[in-house]
């Protein structure tokens, strides 16, 4: 199963509505059959019950994004994500604009 770093929007814009679509894009690319980590859903709530810097919320992530296999970059503005990406391709890490170019990437259809 293959470990794909979600980047996208959280600061920008509604950060609940962000969240929820991150959280969306997840579950859709569990039931493909990618084991997807998700840093926008961890980070929102425990941000919430103890507040921490925003560098430590990026710094905190680029721990997890280094054991991934892929990085899919939703669309939307978002400094955090373009900072993923580049780290990203530093190391190596392919990325991925869209779901279905993933899937053909890793041989995975929709369907399994």
């Not at 840093?39 to 992530?61: G, M």
């Amino acid at each position: 199963m293959k470990k794909i770093y979600i980047a996208g929007p959280y600061s920008i814009g509604d950060k609940l509505e962000n969240v929820h679509t991150a959280i969306r894009t997840a579950n859709e690319l569990a039931d493909i059959g990618f084991a997807p980590y998700c840093p926008h859903a961890l980070t929102h709530y425990w941000d919430q019950l103890h507040p921490r810097p925003y560098e430590f919320w990026l710094e905190l992530d680029r721990h997890f994004l280094v054991c991934c296999d892929a990085v899919y970059r939703m669309q939307g503005e978002s400094t955090g994500a373009d900072r993923e990406v580049k780290q990203a391709i530093s190391l190596g890490i392919p990325i991925f604009h869209t779901i279905e170019a993933m899937c053909e990437h890793f041989e995975l259809t929709p369907d399994h």
